[in-house]
């Protein structure tokens, strides 16, 4: 409401509708106050600029089996219709002056001054035409023939004629009318060209047509998406698996994305190269990997893992693990002769023999770890250095993934549907292909190991042979010859025990580094598995929201979503076609597959692969070029997150999907489409003329509409020849229905090219006028009369004025001996407080309220023995016809709602003392003692001036003036329910002061 406001004023009201029915328990209580509630804001935000219409259905609509079913809903229905009764003769001289939701919350109270609704619409299924809507379902009838009215009362064309005809037609003539509820009756009939359902279908179709083509789904013999083709990828024409594409992938020097490369390292092509040559099952091959030698010199498994030079890390890399590679054990433990280059120690090898044995585990842990006892191996500076290199190939890897899979979804085609066509499919086998191959390379890289340690026993046997080298140095080292004197004597056996020992230890040191190149590259293997499997997953995850869904997930994906939305959209076309009591289609087009727009569509559809933090991240979207020329696009990405992805997706390739078909709108008007059908104006109104007629049915005797008003939406003038079609319609409508009265039939311009709405209204009914009030008030009756199943009547309602009501309905059988019924609503309206009632009546009686004369004009006024002047309780008033008699309902309403001095300026000064009042009447039944009291009550009820008979002569004098018999009956009910209620209060009165002198 807040964001109308702007747009509100007096040419320009705020419509609020409330739709709703009697047939409920709750909701139909809640009638009322929803009413003023939104009176309530309305005023705030737009002052009097607004109209509030009820929409009532009728209990007819629910009930299968015809009336004689649900007698508890048809009473329910009466008690909510007899209360909002009530409140439609609110005004601000008369009802209820406030509704209380708390005791001491004045933000919880509403004033009112006016009718709940400007107009309130009782709508029943039956209707007195052949069209009857009766024994249709509600869903088929009814309600969309209310929905076509509303429409038409929200249309900001049509609508203002409609706002106006209740603010000007029938509030003019209802404040000429006498004070007592009236309700109107609508029906429609509707002409349309199914433009938005075409517009709904044909970009369901075109959008189904891109998905087909974008996502290739494999769809089984009952129509479900079972899963998405590999094959359709048709930039690879030679179609290949998942393994071999990614043995493709793997073997590329580089891969090429808009003109940047990013170049590959030897590492994926060494593993391709081992599938290629089928290395399990290669065992020379193995036996060969297996027998080591695999980091001396420039070896191959050694090179792919580190060689990643082409950038400055990757040249780093390379030289800390150079530098731990030409590191053989004597640089760091020297022997102490040396036989060739490098250094020597200088001391003797006994000497030596405890520096050797303690420092080279030393060298050997810092450099190239150790076993712990839990089985796991350290690497040292050697491992740390090709760990680095590992993470310099994961990093490589998934720039290589990136820009592969970026570059394969979006392809490069310029014909869209192959550039994007198929492409998931044919990315999740190359994802699935790259993880076997990694699979495939672990498992040689263990059938490696397995040799190794197994069948070659490498690492046992190099320890071996360094530990019985260490105890022939041992036993050698201080060997003494005759002839070395320059070496104090020392025999050349120590010399080479210590040389053999050292090259043990290298021998043992290079197996050890084999074996941690193998496990690295293992796990670096690993590593890119990983990353690949992740990714296959975000693929797996996309696949399930663009094709198969996912139940397990609770993922329902956009081709099912799609087709499930167009089969509904066919489902309500077909229910369209059904609904011929309310509407007709005009103008229908069948769907054509276009090329041109499926090509355009499916190259709006756009992927985005990003690093994620375990794996690329991969976003479909459409770019939606920009409204206004030279602005940037807009990327607007499917969700898989929230609440009901699927149907958000849908919404958003809807969006694109139904650009093509904007110039439905201006192609296929009405107008120009209905005179397909029926050549001329006259053969139109032929053909619609009564169909929307008002849908209720008439009570037997009845006042008749107060107005009858026929409005007709439709956008006629698009040229001269629909002018002048619609205006023979217009013509041969109106001499059709000459007894509309209130306000012409009318021709009003319409929002809506494609649509007619004929909206036909009968205004300012009694509620006795229809049918249904009777049998709902029928079964009221019998409800709470019913001694074996009824309930109390009080139980039906829920405020004060309509329970006190129900008290007296119940005493009127037994202490006057009349029937059972309900109060007229503008009797109940003043019951408001019923101890205030009765002592206004008390009063009367006692003659503490009476018809004063003032210079000629009569008022009604209460004055108690010990008050100085009256308080008035109507205003003096006087025409050249004589006194004006004040309504005795007005009077009562003053009284006990108001309360106050009636003159102007006096309602703060003067104010009716209730104790005091009260205490007036207990004093004045004892000093004038019980017999002459019980004749004064007596004398209300029996006698000519009393004010039971003088109520009834006014009623019969009323009645005298209809010359109808049927007609007369339904007058002046209201009067006679006053008499009878007024006799109740007189006859319990005499009868307390009786008990109270018998006690």
Known sequence: MQDLQGDVSRDMQLEIIIVGSLAGGTGAGMLVDMAYLVRAQAAKMVANNYVVRGFFVLPRAFTAGGLGEGRDMLARSFAAWRELDRFMIVSERFGLRQINYHETNQDLRIRLDRRAYDVSYMVDPARQTVNSLDNVRAEEGLFPGLAHVVSAILDEQAGKEYTEFITTNLAGKLAQLPRRPYHSTVGSYTLKVPVYYAQEKFSHQLALDVLREFVAPEINNNGRVVGVSEIRNREVPDAQDGVRTALKFMFASAINVSGNEIPNTKFLPLLAEVREKDG?????????????????????????????????????????????????????????????????????????????????????????????????????????????????????????????????????????????????????????????????????????????????????????????????????????????????????????????????????????????????????????????????????????????????????????????????????????????????????????????????????????????????????????????????????????????????????????????????????????????????????????????????????????????????????????????????????????????????????????????????????????????????????????????????????????????????????????????RSLHPEVVAVLEDKERFEMFLRAYALGFIKVNEERGAAYWAYQLPTDKEPLYLSEPSKSLYGNVKEDIFQVIHNFVMEGVDQRPGMNQQRYVDWEQLRDAILNAQRDLGKAKVIKLYRQQIEDSKGIVKTTLVDLENQRKTISDEILRKTIGQEREDFADVAQVVYLKAVQGLENMSSK
């Open 280 to 820: 399990l099952r290669n065992t020379a091959m193995a036996q060969q990997i297996a027998r080591g030698g695999l980091t001396i010199g420039n070896g191959r498994f050694l090179e792919a893992l580190t060689n990643i030079s082409q950038d400055e890390e990757g040249k780093l890399i390379m030289r800390e693990i150079a530098d731990e590679l030409n590191r053989p054990i004597w640089r760091e433990v020297p022997p102490s002769r040396n036989a060739g280059p490098g250094g020597a120690a200088g001391d003797t090898p006994a000497s030596a023999y405890s520096r050797i044995k303690s420092k080279v585990p030393q060298v050997r842990q810092e450099h190239y770890g150790l076993d712990t006892a839990s089985g796991e191996r350290l690497r040292g500076k050697y491992g740390k250095a090709i760990d680095r290199a590992k993470t310099a190939q994961t990093a490589r890897f998934r720039s290589l993934l990136q820009a592969w899979t970026l570059h394969a979804l979006n392809g490069d085609s310029t014909d869209a549907r192959i550039a994007r066509g198929g492409k998931i499919g044919y990315v999740r086998a190359f994802y699935a292909g790259l993880i076997d191959n990694f699979d495939y390379f672990v498992k040689f890289l263990n059938t490696v190991r397995q040799i190794r340690n197994e069948d070659l026993r490498l690492g046992a046997k190099t320890k071996q042979a360094a530990d019985s080298a260490l105890r022939e140095y041992e036993r050698l080292s201080g060997k003494k010859g005759w002839l070395p004197f320059w070496d104090d004597f020392t025999h050349p056996d120590a010399h080479r025990a210590q040389r053999n020992y050292l090259l043990a230890e290298q021998r043992d040191i290079d197996v050890r580094k084999d074996d941690i190149l193998l496990d690295v590259l293992a796990e670096t293997t690993l590593a890119m598995r990983a990353i690949a499997e992740n990714s296959l997953k975000d693929i797996q995850n996309w696949i399930a929201h663009l094709a198969t869904g996912d139940q397990n997930l609770k993922i329902n994906g956009l081709y099912p979503e799609a087709v499930d939305s167009l089969g509904n959209v066919n489902v309500n076309h077909q229910i369209d076609k059904r609904l011929d009591k309310i509407s007709q289609l005009v103008g229908e087009h069948e769907y054509k597959t276009d090329e041109a727009y499926v090509i355009d569509a499916i190259e709006s559809l756009k992927w985005q692969v990003t690093d994620g933090s375990s794996g690329v991240k991969i976003t479909c979207g459409i770019e939606f070029p920009s409204e206004e020329q030279n602005q940037p696009s807009t990327y607007m990405p499917f969700r898989r997150e929230g609440e009901n992805p699927s149907r958000a997706n849908l919404e958003l390739i809807l969006q694109l999907a139904q650009r093509p078909f904007k110039a439905l709108y201006s192609e296929r008007p009405l107008a120009r489409e209905v005179m397909k059908i029926y050549p001329t104006g006259e053969k139109l109104a032929v053909a619609v003329d009564k169909l929307a007629a008002p849908l209720y049915m008439p009570a037997s005797t009845v006042h008749g509409p107060e107005v009858v008003a026929c409005y007709i939406r439709v956008h006629s003038n698009i040229d001269d020849e629909t002018t002048r079609y619609f205006g023979e319609f217009e013509s041969e409508m109106k001499q059709r229905n000459a007894h509309i009265k209130g306000a012409s039939l009318t021709l009003v311009d319409s929002e809506d090219y494609h649509k007619m709405t004929i909206v036909r209204s009968d205004d300012l009914i009694p509620s006795q006028d229809f049918q249904m009030w009777h049998a709902c008030r029928d079964a009221y009756i019998q409800q709470v009369t019913d001694p074996h199943r009824g309930i109390p009547a009080a139980e039906l309602h829920i405020f004060p004025a309509e329970i006190n009501a129900c008290s007296y309905e119940s005493e009127i059988p037994h202490l006057i001996g009349k029937n059972y």
